[in-house]
């Protein structure tokens, strides 16, 4: 059983350009979590999907960025412009059903460095 | 804002020496987790311990949580330098979305 898979592993955008992070998560699991990490610092929840639905995006800056996790295929989290700003490394975690609160498993990571 | 605080927020110890790492948390938790990562990589998940639980142990690890201090600690028994790494406690609470909130980390160092 694969763990999370994240790729690409290392992202180099010039500013304004989009960047487009992808997560699969584990065989079975229905909870995609995206997390940022900014240097030196911990991970701050950034939104919470489940196959097609957004459950909770309170921490997704309000412009430029969104989510998604289709019937198929990968979780998408997606940048619109970016600024310097947005240079972190962006984790994604996945749960089986009603157990996101005790059990979530992290990918290794997407490193976006913005020039 | 951040759930936890680990504290202190740097510990570089010698190997076989035991490292204390401590959280505090500000709101009513489920469980308390923590995770351990390995610069440049991923997080592992390390124990979690449920709000009615005041101690648990595994393999060289042993955590206790004191819900009312709202704080826990990380034990690791004679150290190796591999347990090199940072340290994030994350608290899980219910009533809202299941998220959950991470510290800012403490980076151990364990010298051989």
């Known amino acids: 059983n694969a763990g999370v898979m994240q790729n690409p592993r290392h992202l180099v955008r010039r500013r304004g350009q989009e960047a487009r992070l992808r997560c699969s998560p584990m065989?079975?699991?229905?909870?995609v979590y995206w997390y940022r990490q900014l240097p030196e610092e911990g991970l701050k929840f950034m939104v919470y999907?489940?196959?097609?639905?957004?459950?909770?995006e309170s921490g997704m800056p309000k412009e430029r960025f969104s989510a998604e996790f289709p019937k198929e295929g990968p979780s998408i989290l997606r940048i619109q412009q970016v600024v310097r700003g947005d240079s972190a490394a962006y984790f994604c975690?996945?749960?089986?059903?009603?157990?996101?609160?005790?059990?979530?498993?992290f990918g290794p990571g997407t490193r976006l460095t913005v020039t | 804002s951040q759930q936890g605080e680990e504290d202190p927020q740097a510990l570089s110890i010698q190997e076989g020496e035991n490292a204390t790492m401590n959280c505090s948390y500000k709101?009513?938790?489920?469980?308390l987790q923590w995770y351990r990562q390995n610069s440049g990589r991923g997080l592992v998940h390390l124990i979690l311990?449920?709000?009615?639980?005041r101690e648990k142990h595994s393999g060289r690890l042993r955590v206790t949580l004191d819900t009312s201090k709202k704080s826990s600690s990380l034990l690791i028994t004679a150290s190796r330098a591999a347990d090199t790494a940072s340290y994030f406690c994350?608290?899980?609470?219910?009533?809202?979305?299941?998220?959950?909130?991470f510290g800012k980390g403490m980076k151990l160092t364990v010298n051989p």
């Open positions: 065989k079975g699991h229905s909870h």
């Open positions: 994350a608290t899980g609470s219910q009533g809202g979305s299941e998220k959950l909130v």
């Open positions: 999907l489940q196959k097609e639905n957004i459950i909770d």
């Open positions: 311990i449920r709000s009615n639980e």
């Open positions: 709101t009513s938790i489920n469980n």
């Open positions: 975690a996945s749960s089986p059903p009603g157990r996101a609160l005790y059990e979530q498993y």
